[in-house]
């Protein structure tokens, strides 16, 4: 049982992973906690918002619509990677989803396919609403999709979950299709990586530890050179064009080449040592 995270704690916790976060309004106590139960929480869900421009849709996901009443979520993850806090508390974003999902969310091993409508996600899933129009065009900005494994990674992080905590809209409800444009496997997969590494990690040094080499690489790297076809300017085949020849035959080749030479230069050199000697009228 995970009672909900305190919204102190989880707004430490989105700072922590190093995310840039807009407390909007009286979002602490901005909720739909009148309606019915928030908690035990099991997982984090993503969405997209079908919205354009981000203050329009941050004050959509904050007051709703007259049919659906906000917060539409927790936290709006705008284009520019930062996050606006709406709400905390029970919030209408998950909607009716499928038991066997939450089933497989608490054990977090991986889905089966959403195809009931019976249980209550808005009391069990933190929500973040991703602004995007969904159509499957609207870019997705590196920023934006960094902020999302933040957020997912620090909620996780608040709970001692692993990324099978982190389902998509449309892994949860029948019908839905958000989000569009990213996968929720490649996402859950960052995330995981996340998890390996302390709170606020930035990925950047991880991109520089990864162009080191180790020797192996080295070796192998070595060889490709060595087998690598080169063209000898000095050298043209029938056709005028340069010779290719891989660089280790090239070695190979000059260094026989050498031997030849050396073995032709020693007879030449004994020779004129012996008609040296002739000259001079001694025997050799
Ligand atoms: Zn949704």
């Not at 284009?79 to 939450?102: E, I, P, Q, S």
């Not at 390996?196 to 790297?221: F, K, N, V, Y």
């Not at 043209?236 to 000059?254: H, M, S, W």
């Not at 026989?256 to 000697?277: N, P």
Request: glycine letters at 10%; a negative charge; aromatic letters at 6%.
């Amino acid at each position: 049982m995970a009672p909900p995270a305190s919204a102190s704690a989880f707004l430490t916790a989105l700072l922590r992973e190093g995310l840039t976060v807009v407390e909007v309004g009286d979002w602490r106590d901005h909720n739909r906690n009148h309606k019915g139960p928030f908690g035990p929480m099991h997982g984090v869900m993503i969405h997209h918002t079908v919205t354009k421009g981000s203050a329009r849709t941050v004050d959509i996901c904050r007051h709703g619509y007259a049919s659906l009443p906000g917060p539409l979520c927790h936290g709006v993850i705008t284009k520019d990677g930062r996050v606006h806090l709406v709400g905390y508390g029970r919030a209408n974003h998950a909607g009716l989803g499928d038991d066997d999902v939450l089933r497989a969310v608490i054990a977090e091993r991986s889905l089966p396919a959403d195809n009931e409508a019976n249980t209550d996600g808005n009391r069990h899933f933190y929500g973040f609403e991703c602004e995007n129009l969904g159509d499957g065009e609207d870019p997705w900005p590196a920023v934006q999709l960094e902020a999302i494994e933040r957020a997912a990674a620090a909620v996780c992080r608040l709970h001692g979950w692993n990324e099978r905590s982190v389902i998509g809209h449309k892994e949860w409800q029948p019908g839905k299709v958000d989000p569009r444009g990213f996968s929720m496997a490649s996402m859950r997969g960052r995330v995981a990586e996340r998890l390996t590494h302390p709170a606020g990690w930035d990925r950047t040094d991880q991109e520089e530890d990864d162009m080191a080499l180790s020797d192996a690489d080295i070796d192998r790297l070595a060889d490709a050179v060595w087998r690598r076809r080169i063209s000898n300017q000095f050298r043209v085949d029938e056709k005028g064009q340069p010779r290719q020849i891989a660089a280790e035959d090239f070695l190979e080749y000059g260094d026989a080449h050498y031997d030849t030479l050396k073995a032709q230069l020693d007879t030449l050199t004994e020779q004129v040592a012996q008609l040296t000697a002739l000259v001079k009228g001694e025997q050799p």
